[in-house]
């Protein structure tokens, strides 16, 4: 949180609470406010402002994609001009085989990670991806998935969730 973002104990909860399983149901929101014992408004209202104040970038699911078929993914890093950033970021996220891309300061510096049905089908695409955006293979990185580890990080931020020392 910046220095302008009250870091009350309400918010500090509804933070720790969207770091738990979110329902799915008709009104999430409504069912995270109940869990909380405060009204809807009033978690909607603390959502949208912390939000603003760049402390939530973003809420989304994390899907099993080998459930959905989905078998192949790869790490891609290409070394892309500054000047050329935004065009070449625009035509990869383009792509619904991308879940996302970013920028690093680094020789490689835009990253994203791409996946497919399967082996062949991950090659096509990146292969096209290539083409489009004018890179060589002989000139990224192609870091594909050998072994999928999943990980369940959480940091538990209302003082009644915290461990004491």
């Known amino acids: 949180m910046n220095d302008n973002t009250a870091t009350d104990t ?3 909860k509804i933070l720790d609470a969207l770091q738990q399983d979110i329902p799915l149901v008709a009104r999430p929101w409504e069912a995270i406010a109940a869990r909380l014992d405060i009204p809807e408004a009033l978690l909607l209202e603390r959502l949208r402002h912390l939000y603003e104040e760049g402390v939530i970038r973003g809420i989304s699911p994390i899907v099993e994609s080998r459930a959905l078929g989905i078998t192949a993914a790869t790490l891609v890093a290409l070394p892309v001009p500054a000047e050329r950033i935004r065009e070449v970021a625009g035509l990869i996220s383009a792509y619904p085989e991308v879940s996302h891309n970013f920028r690093r300061d680094h020789h490689y510096t835009l990253w994203f990670t791409l996946s497919a049905e399967s082996e062949e089908a991950l090659e096509q695409l990146l292969s096209e991806i290539l083409t489009k955006t004018g890179f060589s293979r002989d000139r990224i990185l192609d870091l594909p998935t050998v072994n999928k580890i999943k990980i369940d990080v959480r ?4 003082p009644d969730r ?3 020392p």
């Not at 940091?155 to 209302?158: E, H, S």
């Open 10 to 12: 309400l918010n500090l």
């Open 155 to 158: 940091f538990p931020l209302a």
């Open 162 to 164: 915290r461990e004491a």
